[in-house]
């Protein structure tokens, strides 16, 4: 079985500081940089079955949440010229 490389399945949200709203948004392929996970491109090519199996993820995990902290306003908050 092949794989798309190494990422992880994310929801996505842009949180925006200026004010305080969040836009959850499509969810995301994002790289995985874990040296656990058979997926990432840290996980070294010495990691190989039978010890990678009991010790490295074998599977892609449940989509994680990847929030995005933006220090501006929101775009709706922009057209209505709310910007500071």
């Known amino acids: 079985m092949t794989y798309p490389g190494p990422r992880l399945l994310c929801r996505v949200r842009n949180t925006y500081n200026q004010c305080s709203h969040v836009?959850?948004?499509?969810?995301?392929?994002?790289?995985?940089d874990d040296r656990y996970c058979k997926f990432?491109?840290?996980h070294p090519g010495t990691?190989?079955?039978p010890?990678?199996?009991t010790t490295?993820?074998?599977?892609?995990?449940?989509?994680?949440?990847?929030n995005r902290f933006i220090d501006s306003v929101c775009p709706a908050c922009t057209q209505q010229g709310q910007g500071r």
């Open 23 to 32: 836009y959850d948004l499509a969810d995301e392929m994002i790289r995985c």
């Open 40 to 42: 990432s491109s840290s």
């Open 47 to 49: 990691c190989v079955p």
């Open 51 to 53: 010890s990678c199996t």
């Open 56 to 66: 490295c993820w074998q599977y892609r995990q449940f989509p994680q949440q990847f």
